[in-house]
């Protein structure tokens, strides 16, 4: 059993020379609401042997350790609403990137610096850092990994963890992992790096990680297309993919619904049909400069229209319409927060299984209650957004007491296709109950062992991904 | 401690209806010959659940299990030439592809198929399963998964581990681990599939994978390019990637001691280059349909002549002279076998890291004995085979004793580069000691504390990775 988190630990922090302050209500809340936190102090360590020490000192105590990145984690792996009171370990002043190495296209950053500052250095060497999302200004590259996110060039270039090529980390027993090789083939033993991506904070504290960097395409080419529904973008997908191979950078799906709550809430954005269409496609395609994506995609854009995948599409003419079409895609959960969802999912299903499980899930929904559906995500991924929203008129508080039925029902039907609960939001503590009902039975056992193995005090994240107690 | 695998065991297998048969001598060598294997008995599951029976039939005998794929393992990952006699179990009889998806760019195959018999099954579905080595013909996926292995396209499209979307494994529990998954994205708790991959079977064995697939590139161009040194060849690269992005499919490095030997020892191997350049490259490009590879090889050529970085070259006019480029790669393992070889290497650096490396190594050498360096590799990735030979007109026998001096020097001057000793083909048995040696201490133990928390009575491939006793 774990205790509070108390003043005498906080003395020894100081003792120690490690900076730390009272938590914030910013430390205690997460993005959606859902969740308050518990916790008092937040432990700043200026390095790594910091870090080593913190949870040391924790494990003397038996004081349960949050590791803290931006605070955007949409699982409330963050933030731990009961329990004894949590240490929160807040990586923000570890945000140096310590080298960037343009020659071998690699970057080494602290736990702290921010995705887009990342992105930033990348350019400033003339390469790119492909992992892109949302919350990219806020969102640190040690939660990044903590949770293995996603994003919107998934398809073209991976996960976070595709992306690693070496980790610095504190284990629970205290001990540094010194493991920020940049190679990309080295097999030498278990990859702790993978185990310890996604992990969500579970198995230690990520510092520092040895990241690659990808050439920059110097021509990229951009378009909406409008389709007849899911399964013809799936088909307009393989057809791309037969043009331009692994030159696809992203291949976002939009439902009618997006446009609809777009237009209803984000008067700024400028969207790209004057009718918006049921479905749509956002598709890029990026190359070096002697290859020519635009004339790809115009001669793809006419073979879809000549076989029926496509009725309609705007190709981007400059840079600034460009610019406009990401906004429609990247406004969407903005859109979504200003109407309010009564359950938000963040599904994957084997390409086959994406669209016949729209057609099954969204009437079955439609009959378990009156409901807006909101459709959109990483297509290319099979990754969905499939969220719920009430009827039109009304608000989401009236919906409340629903939550745990609709998301049962997606998430029984996703499953059921060999889809998962979660594609690359995480688990958390939002998810946990979820991943004891739907995960296999050796892989709990296996994760439980493996906790155990490395963390017997339980000090790391209590209360994230596995269920305690 | 474990007992030998005895005639009991044979008998409970066979009550079991388990078919199983005697070791023949193909079981227990290795293709270096280095290494002689233990055991009298290789069990032949068919099917999942046997494997399962197995496992705790020797769980409750308390016998060591070695999984056996292909055989073509180079570090002794599938003989144990020493301890209690181990049950050999071969995974030979299951080889079904059991689904081909073209529509989603999958594949199941069982841990026995070889990778040639994927690769055929894609094609066949207008697709590329792109892991590509000497071996494919009789290494089999479930060992390639085991030790991760690499190969020529790892630049482009990573190594095993990159190409597995998910896992069926028995655990040494004898519980069945069901992750046959086929998605992009799944953020469910601890990833076992990345743990399982590359632990060489002593945390489990793989019995089936969900395969990722890609596009065929339509149009390939491929040349021999002469360069001054590896800085050149590696300047070269970064050229190539400014040029066409991920349309490189291989880089690889060639030494003039790789022309001498093949010239030497294959005399029906073609030869580019009327005199062999101290230092070239094999470079391959591929793209879809509406993009051209070969304008972009020769431009790049071109800039790469005019900035000196490139003295000669020769571009593959026909589809026969692509496969004649490409046989004098891939015969380069066998000239060496015909030379023989003191001390084989399998190391990878940072890409920074390689022309210094070669720079300081080979002198290094020299200065230790007389000897001939075969260096070549998989440029792209930092993987170097770094190989020692004797003088010419000498044979290996008189040097067999300065083996692991020459190795000690090899990786002692790679590892203080930030290299690993091992890029693709694994620890094995062969480098249990260089792992204890050169492994970061908290590595080591987090990988002892995994392996006694998954398989506490040691059964699964005991003395490969981490060293017993």
Redesign the interface.
């Given at each position: 059993m774990l205790n509070d988190a108390d003043a005498e630990l906080s003395r020894r922090l100081i003792e120690r020379g490690i900076a730390n302050r009272d938590a914030t209500p910013a430390y205690l809340q997460e993005l959606r609401g859902n969740y308050k936190g518990l916790g008092h102090t937040v432990a700043l360590p200026a390095d790594t042997a910091q870090v080593s020490d913190i949870i040391r000192l924790c494990a003397e105590k038996r004081v349960g350790v949050i590791p803290y990145g931006g605070g955007t984690g949409l699982v409330a792996g963050q933030v731990a609403p009961e329990g004894p009171v949590p240490l929160i370990l807040s990586l923000e002043k570890m945000s140096a990137i310590r080298a960037v190495?343009a020659?071998?296209?690699?970057l080494d950053a602290e736990a702290g610096a921010t995705i887009a500052d990342i992105q930033r250095a990348a350019e400033a060497a003339g390469l790119l850092f492909p992992l892109s999302y949302g919350a990219q200004e806020s969102a640190r590259i040690g939660g990044a990994l903590a949770?293995?996110s996603?994003g919107i060039n998934?398809?073209?270039y991976?996960?976070t963890?595709?992306l690693c090529l070496g980790l610095e980390a504190v284990?629970p027993?205290g001990?540094?992992?010194?493991?920020l090789?940049?190679?990309?083939?080295?097999?030498?033993?278990?990859?702790?790096r993978?185990?310890l991506?996604?992990?969500e904070g579970t198995?230690g504290v990520i510092t520092a990680a040895a990241l690659r960097l990808?050439?920059r395409?110097?021509r990229l080419a951009t378009a909406f297309l409008a389709v007849e529904d899911p399964a013809a973008a799936?088909t307009l997908l393989?057809l791309f993919?037969?043009?331009?191979?692994?030159?696809i950078s992203s291949f976002e799906l939009l439902s009618g619904q997006s446009y609809a709550f777009l237009g209803a809430t984000c008067p700024e954005v400028r969207l790209p049909f004057e009718t918006a269409p049921e479905w749509s496609v956002l598709v890029e395609l990026?190359?070096?400069?002697?290859?020519?994506p635009e004339?790809?995609l115009a001669?793809?854009f006419e073979a879809a229209l000549e076989r029926g995948l496509v009725h309609d599409g705007r190709i981007a003419q400059s840079g600034q319409q460009r610019a406009d079409f990401w906004q429609v895609r990247e406004m969407i959960p903005e859109a979504n927060r200003r109407i309010g969802a009564i359950a938000s999912h963040d599904i994957?299903?084997?390409?086959?299984e994406v669209a016949g499980y729209i057609a099954e899930a969204t009437p079955a929904l439609r009959a378990l209650l009156p409901c807006r559906i909101n459709v959109f995500g990483?297509l290319?991924?099979?990754?969905l957004h499939f969220n719920v929203f009430p009827p039109s008129g009304e608000g989401r508080d009236a919906y409340r007491h629903r939550t745990a039925e609709v998301t049962r029902l997606v998430h029984d039907m996703c499953v059921a296709r060999?889809?998962?609960?979660?594609?690359?939001?995480?688990?958390g503590r939002a998810?946990a109950a979820d991943?004891q009902r739907?995960?296999?039975?050796?892989?709990?056992?296996?994760?439980r062992?493996?906790k155990?193995?490395?963390d017997p005090l339980g000090i790391m994240n209590p209360g994230a991904?596995?269920l305690t107690g």
């Open positions: 190495r020659e071998e296209g690699t949770v293995n996603g998934v398809l073209r991976g996960m963890r595709d284990l027993s001990e540094i992992l010194h493991g090789k940049r190679l990309r083939k080295d097999n030498t033993g278990y990859d702790l993978h185990l991506i996604g992990s198995l990808v050439a395409p110097a799936l393989s993919r037969d043009q331009a191979a692994e030159s990026g190359t070096g400069p002697s290859l020519d004339a790809v001669e793809t994957a299903l084997p390409l086959s990483h290319g991924d099979g990754n060999g889809g998962t609960f979660s594609a690359e939001h995480g688990i998810k991943l739907y995960g296999d039975p050796a892989k709990l056992a296996a994760m062992a493996i155990a193995a490395l991904v596995l």
